[in-house]
C-alpha cells in the first residue's frame, strides 16, 4: 500500500456515505497513465492515476494520484462546487519528493476577504485547524500569488517523518473533508444574478490561476511529454472553462 492510498480509499468511502454520488466522466487517455523513468538499474515505473465523481451539488470531485516508489508519491484531490453554490472548493496537495513531504489542506474561498463569508465558510473549520497546527508545523515559504486563494484555515507543512504523515496528515485530511461534507449538507443553491456571477468569475478566477501555476506541470511534462501534461491539466485537472464550451 503506497503512502497516500489510505487517504483517497477513506475519501471515496466517506463520500459515497455522506452523498448521492454519480461516475464523473474521466477523457479517454487520462484514467492510468505510464511511463518508465530513469535508466538501467534506476529506471522506475511512474503511475498516475485519476478518479473522478460528482453529486447534485458539486460540479467534480476528482483525485489524481501519481505512484512512483517511495521517494515519488502524491495525492491532488480536489472538490469543485456546482456555479450556483457559493461553497468554497475543498484543496488537499499532498507531495512526497526525494526532497521530503510537503501537505496543503485548505478550503479554498471563492471570497477571501468578505468578512461574511469567512465567517460561514472558515469559521467552522477554525478549531481543527488551531488544533493541527499545534502538531504540524507552518511549512514557510509559498508562492506570493497564490496566497489569494487560501482562507486563513490552511494547512500548510512539510512533515520529516513519513510516520507523521501516516497519522496526524491522515487525521486532519479526514477532518477537513468531514467538515466540508457538513458545509454542503447545508449548502442552499443561489438564485440571485448578481451573485451567480460572482461565483463564476470566482471559479473562473481560481481554475486559471491552477491550471497556468500547476506545480506539477513540469514533473507530468518529464514523465509524459508535454502533449499529454497541458491536454490532463486543461482536460481533466481543471476542465471548468472545457466544460463550459461544451455546454
Ligand atoms: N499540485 C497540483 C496538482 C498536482 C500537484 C494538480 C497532480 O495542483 C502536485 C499533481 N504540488 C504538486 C507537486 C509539487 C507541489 C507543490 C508535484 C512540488 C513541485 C516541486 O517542488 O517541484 C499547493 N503545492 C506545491 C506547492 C504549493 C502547493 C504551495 C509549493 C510550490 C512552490 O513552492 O512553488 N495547492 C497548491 C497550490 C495551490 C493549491 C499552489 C494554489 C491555489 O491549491
Same mark, same amino acid.
Given at each position: 500500500?503506497?503512502?497516500?492510498?489510505?487517504?483517497?480509499?477513506?475519501?471515496?468511502?466517506?463520500?459515497?456515505?455522506?452523498?448521492?454520488?454519480?461516475?464523473?466522466?474521466?477523457?479517454?487517455?487520462?484514467?492510468?497513465?505510464?511511463?518508465?523513468? /530513469? !535508466?538501467?538499474?534506476?529506471?522506475?515505473?511512474?503511475?498516475?492515476?485519476?478518479?473522478?465523481?460528482?453529486?447534485?451539488?458539486?460540479?467534480?470531485?476528482?483525485?489524481?494520484?501519481?505512484?512512483?516508489?517511495?521517494?515519488?508519491?502524491?495525492?491532488?484531490?480536489?472538490?469543485?462546487?456546482?456555479?450556483?453554490?457559493?461553497?468554497?472548493?475543498?484543496?488537499?496537495?499532498?507531495?512526497?519528493?526525494?526532497?521530503?513531504?510537503?501537505?496543503?489542506?485548505?478550503?479554498?474561498?471563492?471570497?477571501?476577504?468578505?468578512?461574511?463569508?469567512?465567517?460561514?465558510?472558515?469559521?467552522?473549520?477554525?478549531?481543527?485547524?488551531? &488544533?493541527?497546527?499545534?502538531?504540524?508545523?507552518?511549512?514557510?515559504?509559498?508562492?506570493?500569488?497564490?496566497?489569494?486563494?487560501?482562507?486563513?484555515?490552511?494547512?500548510?507543512?512539510?512533515? !520529516?517523518?513519513?510516520?507523521?504523515?501516516?497519522?496526524?496528515?491522515?487525521?486532519?485530511?479526514?477532518? =477537513?473533508?468531514?467538515? =466540508?461534507?457538513?458545509?454542503?449538507?447545508?449548502?442552499?443553491?443561489?438564485?440571485?444574478?448578481?451573485?451567480?456571477?460572482?461565483?463564476?468569475?470566482?471559479?473562473?478566477?481560481?481554475? &486559471?490561476?491552477?491550471?497556468? !501555476?500547476?506545480?506539477?506541470?513540469?514533473?507530468?511534462?518529464?514523465?509524459?511529454?508535454?502533449?499529454?501534461?497541458?491536454? =490532463?491539466?486543461? /482536460?481533466?485537472?481543471?476542465?471548468?472553462? &472545457?466544460?463550459?464550451? !461544451?455546454?
Amino acid at each position: 500500500m503506497t503512502l497516500y492510498q489510505p487517504f483517497l480509499d477513506w475519501a471515496v468511502a466517506r463520500l459515497h456515505e455522506r452523498l448521492d454520488l454519480q461516475p464523473y466522466p474521466i477523457p479517454a487517455g487520462f484514467e492510468a497513465k505510464q511511463a518508465m523513468v /530513469g !535508466k538501467g538499474k534506476h529506471a522506475s515505473l511512474v503511475q498516475t492515476t485519476s478518479t473522478a465523481f460528482q453529486s447534485d451539488k458539486l460540479r467534480q470531485i476528482r483525485a489524481a494520484h501519481v505512484q512512483g516508489g517511495a521517494a515519488l508519491q502524491v495525492l491532488n484531490f480536489v472538490i469543485f462546487p456546482r456555479l450556483n453554490y457559493d461553497l468554497p472548493f475543498f484543496g488537499a496537495d499532498l507531495v512526497t519528493l526525494p526532497g521530503g513531504h510537503l501537505i496543503a489542506l485548505d478550503m479554498q474561498p471563492l471570497f477571501r476577504d468578505d468578512p461574511e463569508y469567512q465567517a460561514k465558510y472558515t469559521a467552522p473549520i477554525w478549531p481543527i485547524f488551531e &488544533r493541527y497546527r499545534q502538531q504540524l508545523e507552518w511549512g514557510g515559504e509559498f508562492p506570493e500569488d497564490a496566497q489569494a486563494f487560501f482562507s486563513p484555515a490552511f494547512l500548510w507543512t512539510r512533515p !520529516k517523518e513519513t510516520n507523521v504523515v501516516e497519522t496526524q496528515v491522515l487525521a486532519a485530511f479526514q477532518d =477537513y473533508l468531514n467538515a =466540508y461534507l457538513d458545509l454542503v449538507e447545508q449548502a442552499e443553491p443561489v438564485s440571485d444574478v448578481v451573485q451567480l456571477q460572482a461565483i463564476e468569475a470566482a471559479q473562473l478566477r481560481y481554475i &486559471r490561476y491552477r491550471a497556468e !501555476k500547476d506545480p506539477a506541470r513540469g514533473m507530468f511534462t518529464r514523465f509524459y511529454g508535454p502533449d499529454w501534461t497541458e491536454a =490532463y491539466i486543461h /482536460g481533466f485537472l481543471f476542465d471548468l472553462e &472545457r466544460q463550459q464550451v !461544451k455546454s
